[in-house]
């Protein structure tokens, strides 16, 4: 059987969604390379979301062409029905190991960016709540039937809990994580020694991620228009939102690094002023024997991270304790 025409839809969309996550992916990798700033655990969990997010392409294509995603259940035979709740729950799998990667792999960009022991703290219990949380969705999927073979298996005597229940409760934790991550860099950027223009610009890049906030809700309110008894007709809007939502989260991850590769986009107090004292423009020198090449020491990000640069009051460019500072000034004049 071919795709039903929302079926085709929603593999449109979908695919070119994914598309633009594999190339803001691929310019991500070009950034780190260019800037020489490294990969870190950030990036890894990005390549391990992209390869997840085409997996999920992959389930929606067989969800659409051989499972009835799209069409109604009276037009589906015995089979069909079987193979699309099958690849549901595989759907399922991939959709819960996918969200907390994207989240964590956002939370741990922002922990190179920002150092300060506090906000390492909290960022460190945000990562661990959601990796727990996300343990235990991924083992209740596993455990939601028992058998499991009751999930797709009408003639299986099995017992299974409330699946919409268990979705909905997940995806509410998801929206407020969300929220939770939008919010976390917003005082680490306020109390930078930046304009306030330069504060505003950043936390407008950071607040790109508030569409994701908006995928999430409405994911849960297109969760409500599935209904029982025509399963394989009514899920298509959910089905559309369950793959935007993370296409659109490992884009937005990608863009304040790929922003480092155009200069000329870069922030006003970022450009080179050759007539102010290193102190306070451009990128702060390092100490002697130094370089802010090592991706691997979190403090020297702060010298390239993408060109999102600030300093706090009391560190300079790298990092580094500003201590015993010393300004000479030398100044020639020649008369002609």
Not at 194 to 208: G, I, Y
Not at 211 to 222: D, E, H, L, N, T
Not at 252 to 277: A, D, W
Not at 297 to 315: S, Y
Request: charged share 15%; hydrophobic share 45%; net charge positive.
């Amino acid at each position: 059987m071919s795709p039903s025409p929302k079926g085709k839809e929603i593999i449109v969309i979908v695919s070119v969604l994914v598309g633009l996550a594999t190339v803001s992916t691929a310019l991500r990798v070009v950034a780190r390379l260019k800037r020489q700033t490294g990969f870190g655990l950030d990036d890894y969990l990005c390549f391990v979301s992209i390869v997840l997010m085409i997996g999920m392409l992959v389930e929606l294509i067989l969800w659409c062409d051989i499972g009835g995603n799209g069409y109604h259940v009276y037009d589906l035979n015995p089979r069909t029905i079987e193979l699309f709740y099958q690849i549901f729950l595989a759907n399922q799998f991939t959709y819960f190991a996918l969200t907390p990667a994207i989240k964590i792999s956002i939370i741990c960009f922002f922990r190179r960016l920002f150092t300060t022991e506090r906000f390492l703290r909290f960022t460190f219990y945000l990562s661990t709540l959601i990796a727990l949380w996300s343990t235990g969705i991924f083992l209740a999927c596993a455990f939601q039937c028992r058998p499991l073979r009751a999930f797709w298996d009408n003639h299986v005597d099995g017992k299974c809990f409330n699946g919409m229940v268990f979705i909905i409760v997940n995806q509410a934790f998801n929206v407020v994580m969300d929220f939770v991550i939008l919010a976390a860099p917003v005082p680490m950027i306020w109390s930078l020694h930046r304009s306030w223009q330069d504060k505003l610009a950043l936390n407008a890049v950071f607040a790109l991620g508030g569409f994701v906030c908006f995928a999430s809700i409405y994911r849960i309110v297109v969760l409500f228009y599935i209904d029982s008894t025509d399963e394989t007709y009514t899920i298509w809007k959910a089905t559309l939102w369950t793959h935007i939502e993370p296409s659109v989260g490992l884009v937005v991850s990608c863009l304040p690094i790929i922003r480092g590769m155009f200069p000329r986009f870069m922030l006003g107090s970022q450009k080179k002023n050759t007539g102010s004292s290193p102190i306070n423009s451009g990128p702060s020198p390092t100490a002697p024997g130094e370089t802010c090449n090592d991706s691997s020491d979190t403090k020297n990000l702060l010298c390239k991270e993408d060109g999102i640069r600030g300093r706090l009051w009391n560190r300079d460019m790298c990092g580094h304790e500003l201590k015993d500072i010393t300004i000479r000034t030398d100044i020639e004049v020649a008369v002609g």
